[in-house]
T-cell receptor
Framework: GQNIDQPTEMTATEGAIVQINCTYQTSGFNGLFWYQQHAGEAPTFLSYNVLDGLEEKGRFSSFLSRSKGYSYLLLKELQMKDSASYLCAVRDSRGRGSTLGRLYFGRGTQLTVWP | DVKVTQSSRYLVKRTGEKVFLECVQDMDHENMFWYRQDPGLGLRLIYFSYDVKMKEKGDIPEGYSVSREKKERFSLILESASTNQTSMYLC???????????????FGPGTRLTVT
């Protein structure tokens, strides 16, 4: 089976740095995604990691350790508009739908940024 | 720019009604997905499709069916709506090719369905 775990809620202040963790247990692994979802809107793609290490994209970075089944999303210089839910999703390399791009989502981390 | 559209943003139906939710994507993507999203439960996959007329069950297919007669369109059908199907329904699509094989999914705006 697949199990993807992330904290339910986090809070931080404007200008700060926040790290959102995600741990996963899947029968296979073929990539990890982070999505951002503002209230009432669709999730939007943030990042993709398939190899170990850090991927940086502006204020956002995502890290992956395949041996530990662990990823984090790092948000720097937080802004009020970063208040949103952040979804961790894993593509399993095995099982029905694995070759078809099927993703398994965590329950999301609701981040609130205070002024 | 990838665009995924859904037929309605808000829908109110009565128990027992047959409900159709439509999703259209304009990027010639092979894969399409239907999810429902509920507070505290996250995104749960109902059905997905990898080609015209092809479909696969997701994790919670009971009470739902799907139709894909054309590549760009994927419909979710609630045969007899029940109150426990009140939820946000999200459609997504993805390609079999992409940046570094990412195959990221692109989501529609969602349909908030209320069954009374």
């Amino acid at each position: 089976g697949q199990n993807i775990d992330q904290p339910t809620e986090m809070t931080a202040t404007e200008g700060a740095i926040v790290q959102i963790n995600c741990t996963y247990q899947t029968s296979g692994f073929n990539g990890l995604f982070w999505y951002q979802q503002h209230a009432g809107e669709a999730p939007t793609f943030l990042s993709y990691n398939v190899l170990d290490g850090l991927e940086e994209k502006g204020r956002f970075s995502s890290f992956l350790s395949r041996s530990k089944g662990y990823s984090y999303l790092l948000l720097k210089e937080l802004q009020m508009k970063d208040s949103a839910s952040y979804l961790c999703a894993v593509r399993d390399s095995r099982g029905r739908g694995s070759t078809l791009g099927r993703l398994y989502f965590g329950r999301g981390t609701q981040l609130t940024v205070w002024p | 720019d990838v665009k995924v559209t859904q037929s309605s943003r808000y829908l109110v139906k009565r128990t027992g009604e047959k409900v159709f939710l439509e999703c259209v994507q304009d990027m010639d993507h092979e894969n399409m997905f239907w999810y429902r999203q509920d507070p505290g439960l996250g995104l749960r996959l109902i059905y997905f499709s990898y080609d015209v007329k092809m479909k696969e069950k997701g994790d919670i297919p009971e009470g739902y069916s799907v139709s894909r007669e054309k590549k760009e369109r994927f419909s979710l059908i609630l045969e007899s709506a029940s109150t426990n199907q009140t939820s946000m329904y999200l459609c997504a699509s993805s390609s079999l090719t992409g940046d570094r094989g990412a195959y990221e999914q692109y989501f529609g705006p969602g349909t908030r369905l209320t069954v009374t």
